[in-house]
């Protein structure tokens, strides 16, 4: 008779600073993980800048909320599906998000992601299928009524890939590419963005079936397209 004995190994700090900040790490590795955390408070860390929190599996859903100022998510997930949620309020916050960053498992590729802020100042960095196309990528992004000079930079890699972005504010950048296998029904992108002076670069190829929507409403937009088969 054979023994068999499977691991999954799940490792989450918290560390309470003087200044009432939380830092959160996450070492995940095992089949699944469903995650909800919330924190509420400045200066808060899921990951940072030399240390990222990471999922491996294959399948992902991870829900962060995030109340208040100047807190950092850096979070990397490899597996075959990702689903999950952010919801930012306050201002001066950093989110860099990668999917598929080591190419050790399946690729991302079904990935549903949702990014909700509301405030001023954020910055917002999402990588989707960065070293292997994802095969259906549903992305969407907004910034709600008020949100300010926050910049928005996402990189998707897919053979579908949908990316839409809703933004009520002013002097917000975007940054947007998205490349992979067009052909059939690849490549789309929804803008619509309310408010004035939008700084706006977008970038899509591969084979056919490119498509952009784009609705702007406001003065002094800034907008280049480049569209590649």
């Not at 469903?34 to 808060?44: A, P, R, V």
């Not at 859903?61 to 306050?90: C, E, K, P």
């Not at 590729?109 to 994802?134: K, W």
Request: with cysteine; glycine share 10%; charged share 15%.
């Amino acid at each position: 008779m054979k023994t068999i004995i499977s691991f999954v190994m799940f490792v989450m700090f918290m560390i309470t600073s003087p200044i009432l900040a939380n830092d959160i790490y996450v070492t995940q590795s095992g089949a699944s993980l469903t995650l909800d955390i919330l924190q509420d408070g400045e200066n808060n860390t899921i990951g940072n800048s030399t240390t990222s929190s990471a999922s491996t599996g294959a399948t992902t859903n991870l829900n962060i909320d995030q109340v208040g100022n100047s807190n950092v998510i850096t979070y990397q997930i490899n597996g075959a599906t990702y689903t999950g949620v952010i919801n930012l309020q306050g201002d001066s916050n950093d989110v860099d998000l990668n999917c598929d960053s080591t190419n050790g498992n399946s690729s991302c590729g079904t990935v549903n992601a949702v990014v909700n802020f509301t405030g001023n100042s954020n910055d917002i960095d999402l990588d989707i299928g960065e070293t292997s196309d994802a095969s259906n990528a549903d992305v969407d992004i907004v910034g709600n009524t008020g949100s300010d000079s926050n910049t928005v930079a996402a990189t998707i890699d897919g053979t579908s890939a949908v990316l839409t972005i809703t933004v009520n504010g002013d002097t917000n950048n975007y940054l947007i590419d998205i490349d992979g296998n067009g052909d059939v029904n690849g490549h789309t992108l929804v803008h619509t963005h309310t408010g004035g002076t939008a700084d706006v670069d977008i970038t899509q190829s591969g084979i056919n079936d490119n498509l952009i929507n784009l609705t702007t409403s406001g003065d002094n937009a800034d907008i280049d397209i480049i569209q590649r088969d």
